[in-house]
């Protein structure tokens, strides 16, 4: 028997899509979302020289996720040993075609056809619901008494439109998939899966307008093992936690506020979910840790997660992803060529000169921002001793490698990858949380600034010339 799913991507090729107030953008290619036989999510995006994915299906049937425009995920149960091309209508919406059970085509095809007049701004009620355009609904009649409104008028649908559109949806979709097993297309089991995903569609249209804190409570009866071979399972539980930390208190950190995740952690730690549930929820929380709170919180979180479910290969993972277990004591950097240099080195390296030091990353826009201002900086100061230092903080290395080429550091060879921004002592001291964050060191290798001046700010030639002839007979400032 054929285990294996084949899908051929055929002249899939989407157009640049308007999103609300914001312009135009452009995905050339799907990300495509299943869960393999070894219960590992896997992510992936075709592309024109490699346009073919093999799925091993181990069951009758393997849901596959489409994302459509980056906005919404539409999830395809298809089935075991069927050959599938993709194409698109003219609104670039996937179409599928079965290449060996085409009486399967019109299931796989299901949403395309219950949604038609059913859209806004070609995407379902249901997306438009759960993101900006009902936001922009419940504040038009403010948005339009402001000059840069009028860029909105377009993405203007009201929530009475959106929910009768919804309502309707849900009807058809409930009539056609009742239809589909009263003929025997689909199994009582698939029966049941197509019901969770309408249940799906309505939790993400109650994003913007739900504030209820309790509504979590609601959702874990759909908490279950036996949806976590399907990708929907995981935009579910991140719909479970945007609710449930409705009720956890925020906390300001460096890349702006968010819900302490410590404390959800414990919550949710304590609820009888089952074990692959249970490890989904707190593989989240610990990530959400490790991006915005401190090592120890890290390590400690990462041990109860390892205690809890006994998963080992998530947990070595994660220490190798934040260098958990490099030298505390020493920050380590890495430049875009790989080589590899502490500050303790760098600062040896450097002494007799200013160093000017730019905490920043990809992510981080003020940061970004000041980058114009640093570059006329770096040639008002060029051929004199004042070393500019750009040290990329809580990045990924692939995001802090693009950002290079695009803010035009790729020349400036002291530029580098903080490689255990997680577990350094020197920033715990440094108290560094939030970026940008500017420091200066003088020639004798000493911290004289550690809150230094932007590049835009008008004091900073100031601020650099004093340590710049500091001990200069005559102390010319020029």
């Known amino acids: 028997m054929n285990h294996n799913i084949v899908l051929c991507f055929d002249h899939y090729a989407p157009r640049p899509y308007r999103t609300p107030g914001a312009g135009f953008f452009h995905i050339p290619m799907p990300l495509v979302a299943y869960v393999d036989s070894t219960e590992k999510y896997v992510e992936c995006v075709p592309d024109i020289y490699s346009d073919t994915i093999i799925i091993r299906s181990p069951k009758a049937t393997q849901e596959l996720a489409l994302s459509y425009r980056n906005f919404e995920y539409i999830y395809y149960q298809l089935f075991q040993g069927d050959t599938i091309t993709i194409s698109m209508d003219s609104l670039d919406y996937p179409l599928l075609k079965s290449k060996h059970f ?13 949604r038609k007049g059913r859209t806004h701004s070609g995407l379902e009620a249901k997306t438009c619901l759960g ?49 589909y097993k009263n003929q025997q297309l689909i199994s009582e089991e698939l029966h049941d899966h197509y019901r969770f995903l309408l249940r799906l569609k309505d939790y993400e249209s109650q994003r913007i307008l739900n504030k209820d804190s309790a509504y979590y409570k609601l959702m874990e009866q759909d908490i279950s093992d036996k949806y976590a071979c399907h990708p929907s399972y995981y935009e579910f539980l991140d719909y ?23 404390q959800t952690f414990d919550e949710l730690s304590i609820k009888p979910f089952q074990p692959k549930s249970m490890q989904l929820l707190l593989q989240r929380c610990v990530k ?48 875009v060529a790989g080589n590899r240099i502490t500050f303790r080195q760098l600062l040896e390296l450097y002494k007799g000169k200013v160093l000017y030091i730019d905490f920043w990353a990809s992510w981080c826009m003020p940061c970004r921002e000041e980058m114009k201002a640093s570059v006329g900086l770096r040639k008002q ?78 004091q900073i030639t100031t601020v650099l010339n004093e340590y710049l002839y500091e001990n200069t007979p005559g102390n010319h400032k020029r």
């Open 102 to 114: 085409p009486a399967h085509d019109r299931i796989y095809n299901m949403n395309y056809h219950l």
């Open 131 to 179: 993101s900006d355009f009902a936001s922009i609904a419940l504040k038009i009649d403010y948005i339009l008494t402001q000059e840069w409104g009028r860029k909105f008028i377009k993405d203007y649908c009201p929530i009475d439109s959106m929910n009768a559109m919804f309502l309707s949806y849900k009807e058809a979709y409930t009539d056609t998939i009742d239809s």
């Open 240 to 262: 479970y936690l945007w609710f449930f930390n409705y009720h956890i208190k925020k906390v300001r950190k460096s890349q702006g506020t968010c819900s302490d995740w410590r």
């Open 288 to 335: 959400e840790i490790g991006d915005n709170f401190s090592a120890k919180d890290l390590n400690n979180y990462l041990d109860d997660y390892a205690r809890i479910t006994g998963d080992s290969v998530f947990y070595n993972k994660t220490v190798r992803q934040y260098n958990l277990s490099a030298d505390a004591d020493q920050l380590l950097l890495k430049d």
């Open 381 to 458: 100061y060029e051929g004199k001793d004042v070393v500019f230092i750009y040290l990329a903080y809580k990045d990924t290395e692939g995001s802090w490698k693009k950002a290079v080429m695009q803010e035009n550091l790729s020349d400036v060879s002291t530029n580098y990858f903080i490689e255990n921004s997680k577990n350094s002592r020197f920033l715990e001291e440094l108290k560094l949380e939030l970026i940008p964050r500017y420091l200066i060191v003088n020639k004798a290798g000493e911290i004289a600034d550690p809150s230094a001046p932007r590049p835009s700010d008008q």
